[in-house]
């Protein structure tokens, strides 16, 4: 773009000066800021025409949508309290198994759900510890130590996406010595179908959630080592 900008104030420049019939330096030099600040509107519109395509990446945060803040919807689970320090049998620490979890009724018109789980206190970034969706509306509660598989037909066919851990299904808290970190499971009502294949990552699972998200609910657990 630099280049650009250059070749259109330079190759007008000796053009305009030349119409201009300047005789003296001083003259020249007059007219050549004269031209500078005529031709600088013309160089904004070319440098802004070469500029490189918008990034068009979604970038909804699992906790965005068109979520009814509103509706008193809640996530709860029997192995700790919500900002409570989750217990070591759900972590890499111990048996490495997902806590049960329940929830009311979701809201009217909620066709799918979906539940994710993360944890923005990483070093590297948030990293996702779960990803599932695909389950029907019917459904109020997840039994503890969910399989790993991708398809979950217990659950209404309901199917797991890929975490940061390379794996598919639920992967516990592993945290680096240190502070203690804040693990999200946040749990989302849809008005329509997500139709994602089994494997999905979380930022795919977010980008079919847009606009259809009617309800969520988080709880959250604490967990260091």
């Known amino acids: 773009m630099n280049d650009r900008r250059a070749f259109v104030v330079w190759v007008l420049l000796p053009f305009s ?13 007059a007219a050549r800021f004269l031209v500078i600040a005529l031709c600088a509107p013309l160089a904004a519109l070319v440098v802004a025409g070469c500029g490189g395509k918008a990034d068009t990446q979604p970038t909804l945060p699992p906790a965005a949508g068109r979520a009814d803040k509103s509706a008193k919807w809640s996530l709860a689970s029997p192995a700790f309290r919500n900002n409570g320090r989750i217990p070591p049998k759900y ?44 389950m029907p509306p019917s459904r109020q509660s997840l039994p503890e130590g969910i399989p790993a598989s991708e398809t979950l037909p217990k ?40 139709n994602l ?12 959630m847009r606009g259809r998200i009617l309800s969520q609910a988080e709880l959250v657990g604490l967990y260091s080592r």
Not at 17 to 27: H, Q
Not at 198 to 208: N, Q, V, W
């Open 17 to 29: 000066a030349a119409r201009l019939r300047v005789g003296s330096l001083a003259t020249r030099l």
């Open 91 to 134: 972590t890499c620490d111990g048996a490495n198994v997902s806590p049960a979890l329940s929830w009311p009724a979701p809201p009217k018109g909620t066709v799918e759900l979906a539940l994710t789980c993360d944890d923005p206190d990483a070093p590297g970034g948030n990293f996702v510890h779960w990803v599932l969706y695909g």
């Open 155 to 194: 659950l209404g066919e309901a199917r797991q996406g890929r975490t940061h851990f390379g794996k598919t299904g639920y992967g516990g808290p592993c945290p680096p010595k240190g502070p203690t970190h804040h693990y999200h499971f946040r749990l989302y009502a849809l008005d329509a179908s997500t």
């Open 197 to 208: 294949a089994p494997g999905a990552t979380e930022a795919e699972l977010a980008r079919a």
